[in-house]
């Protein structure tokens, strides 16, 4: 087997094992075989069938998302950036992104858009969160990411009939079946051609889910030693349903079923008992989350969107709380998306040393790889996966360059990277996609949004046009 070299890199940020955190390790090489990283230093004289100039570069680990929408989110672009429903506590959950649901001729060109998104930004390794769709998994397979496939499954669909009310229409059975083929397509996934999909079990929100599905999907996930996800503490409305139906808050219902473990993802996880919004009777929330070692994906733009904000980053991680980070919504840029975490963690605490940036690199990697049980992504050490990213650190925009993750983050963003490796495959190079046609499927997805906004007063209740859903920004002359 061959063997590729990354030589002279001015920096690396190297796993140490020892301390179990990230340094930078300058001048150094990293070599792989097979996949498979084999070694990270200095002074390599092993073989070097191949060679990579590392001058001027940061070698960094891919970035893990753990909570993505690909087959259904870059639709929603210019459609609903600003709008949230007022009767709902501005959620655009239950009114408004129902009606602007990608047809099956565009779901192939979300995801590419999306893949193509995210593997310009750095990501190596995504959770795929996506009601099951036709060629999903070869589509996948030929991003040539590491994908995490979470096809989703309830028990109940909600709608809004004024806007102000959410009904739910049960169908139990459905969900049950839904769940039995989530599990088949999983097993598929495993054994798929391209060796880089496993899975995830996502019953899809808690309040479109039975108590049954819940508890069933969990035991299933634990014998098979996989993720369980859901969407969970979301919204304003889910607070109150959830605390209507069982007497709990969301998290404290999944707790009083032994739902929350080291295995679950609780997806938002925004509205605890002690949110200003959600203010309840006890302040516990926050503790059950870190004392059963539940990941919180956090993916703020999307809810940002609305004027909402968790309350806050920072303090969830000070509390024990694993976190990860997902892009939820458009645009699909992780380095974007950690800046924001940045920002909106520091105004929600009033307080610019609630996080560093070394929590937000550690969300998007060991955090994010931890939730998905993971322990072979999102470090650069021997035995781990060749799976990183190579940032131009000359780029005017990484100068001065004191601190590289920094400038990384708050400065340069994605404009910086020049190349994603996965299992030591180039996917980017020279800010292009080399495995999807990013830019073909960005023009399909334009022509397909046409004809979901001339149905989508058909599937609005008051049967209002687009224009007064989501007015444009000028007026067209």
């Known amino acids: 087997m061959a063997t590729t070299v990354i030589r002279n890199a001015d920096l690396v940020i190297a796993w140490d094992a020892t301390e179990k955190q990230h340094l930078y390790l300058t001048d150094a090489e990293v070599a792989y075989r097979d996949g498979q990283i084999t070694f990270v230093g200095r002074g390599y004289d092993g073989p070097a069938d191949e060679v990579i100039d590392g001058k001027g570069m940061m070698v960094m680990p891919g970035l893990v998302n753990i909570h993505c929408h690909p087959s259904s989110e870059p639709m929603n672009k210019g459609l609903i950036d600003e709008i949230g429903s007022p009767g709902l506590y501005n959620s655009s959950l239950y009114e408004y ?5 990608a047809d099956a001729e565009a779901v192939p060109s979300c995801v590419r858009v999306a893949l193509s998104e995210l593997l310009l930004s750095g990501v190596t390794t995504v959770a795929d969160l996506s009601m099951a769709h036709p060629g999903w998994l070869d589509l996948l397979g030929e991003s040539g990411m590491r994908v995490c496939i979470a096809p989703m499954f309830r028990s109940a669909r909600w709608a809004t009939k004024n806007g102000h009310t959410v009904e739910y ?17 999983i097993e598929r996934a495993e054994q798929h051609p391209s060796g880089r999909l496993f899975g995830m079990v996502v019953p899809a929100q808690i309040d479109t889910c039975s108590e049954t599905l819940l508890r069933e999907s969990f035991q299933e996930a634990t014998k098979k030693n996989l993720s369980w996800q859901i969407h969970a ?20 219902w999944l707790d009083s079923m032994d739902l929350l473990s080291e295995r679950s993802i609780i ?27 539940t990941t919180v994906a956090h993916c703020p733009t999307v809810f940002a969107r609305r004027g909402i904000a968790m309350r806050s980053f920072g303090r969830y991680r000070k509390r024990g709380v694993n976190m990860g980070v997902g892009t939820d919504t458009y645009p699909h840029n992780m380095l974007d998306e950690l800046r924001l975490v940045s920002y909106l963690a520091r105004t929600q605490s009033e307080d610019p040393r609630s996080l560093t940036s070394t929590d937000l690199f550690d969300a998007a990697t060991i955090g994010g790889a931890t939730a998905l049980n993971r322990d072979d992504i999102g470090r650069l050490a021997p035995g781990c996966r060749a799976d990183f990213v190579m940032v131009d650190v000359t780029h005017p925009q990484m100068r ?39 830019e073909g499927a960005a023009a399909h997805l334009d022509e397909a949004q046409k004809r979901i906004i001339a149905r989508a007063p058909q599937q609005d209740w ?16």
């Open 462 to 477: 008051a049967h209002r046009p687009v224009d007064k859903i989501s007015p444009p920004t000028f007026r067209w002359a």
């Open 267 to 293: 997806g938002h996880g925004i509205f605890l008992d002690d949110h200003p919004r959600t203010k309840w009777h006890t302040e516990n929330d926050l503790d059950r989350l870190a004392a059963t070692g």
């Open 400 to 438: 001065p360059s004191r601190d590289p993750m920094r400038s990384l983050i708050y400065a340069a963003g994605d404009r910086a990277i020049r190349s994603v490796h996965v299992d030591g495959q180039a996917v980017v190079r020279d800010g292009k996609v080399l495995t999807m046609d990013y």
């Open 233 to 252: 503490a979301q919204s304003v409305h889910e607070f109150h349903e959830i605390t209507r139906r069982s007497g709990f808050t969301p998290i404290g």
């Open 97 to 101: 992104m129902p009606i602007f649901r």
């Open 169 to 185: 229409a049960w169908d139990e059975a459905a969900g049950e079946k839904s769940m039995t083929e989530a599990f088949s397509l």
